[in-house]
């Protein structure tokens, strides 16, 4: 994965330890930030304590404009700015790490993901006995994207599921709830995003998959072409067979009781 400087920018933060963390990776997307942070703040008002961790992939628009302004007047929110743009993965990771809470939501930038359905997500997390172990991913029944696209990622997620067996029908959408101990513990390398599930599966967990709403892309273009989707993780997919296949899981015993 590329090296990028990283940059957080001090800000207010919420009172008490968020349970939450939202993280959302954005490159020039300054005119999608404000309407997906109302939202996010709308979907999750009245629930646990949550922040809101943006990471700047190096952007040249005015996205680091509008989080500075948003960020004075919303505790909540939270920057992290690559001074290069490094890609998705890795503003995810940042992200990751620079969240607060035990408990991770991610969803895109663009403003496609409904921050809606995340409370349905986040409740299917919390009422499983596993939630360490357990990825809940988002399912985009009806895409909003362009023909070529949608062609790509069925093919993508076709060929995913047939050699890495993640039982995952839609790896490509950005809305997703695991736990941050568990995000940490995977290898992360460039596009690795599209391969949560099988990283899960690999460290013995498990994905559940959940039908959500897919919006059309209000402002800005996409940074990631037809080709980029279907050819450029070619490589990859063959790096996550080969970790699959290299994989163990240790039985660990719990602490001997202690004498009497």
Known sequence: MAVAHIHERPSAVTPEAPALSVVVPVRDEADNIEPLVTEI???????????????????????????????????????????????????????????????VVTLDGDGQNDPADIPRLLDLHAGDADGDRLL????????????????????????????????????????????????????RFDHMHRFLPALMVRAGGRVVSVPVN???????????????????????????????????LPDVEPDAEPDQ
């Open 136 to 187: 809940v991913t988002g399912l985009r029944a009806k895409r909003r994207d362009s023909l070529g696209k949608r062609l790509a990622s069925r093919i993508a997620n076709r060929v995913r599921a047939r050699l890495l067996g993640d039982d995952t029908p839609d790896t490509g959408c950005g809305l997703k709830v695991f736990t941050r101990a568990a995000f940490l513990d995977m290898p």
């Open 41 to 103: 703040r709308a979907a999750l008002a009245g629930r646990e304590p949550f922040e809101i961790v943006y990471v700047d992939d190096g952007s040249t628009d005015a996205t680091a404009a509008v989080l500075r302004r948003l960020g004075a007047d919303i505790p909540a929110l939270r920057t992290v700015r690559h001074r290069a743009g490094c890609g998705q993965s890795a503003a995810i990771a940042s992200g990751v790490k620079a969240a607060r809470a035990p408990l």
């Open 214 to 248: 897919h919006r059309p892309r209000a402002g800005g273009r996409s940074k990631y072409g037809v080709f980029d989707r279907l050819w450029v993780g070619i490589v990859d997919l063959l790096g996550v067979m080969w970790l699959k296949r290299r994989a163990t």
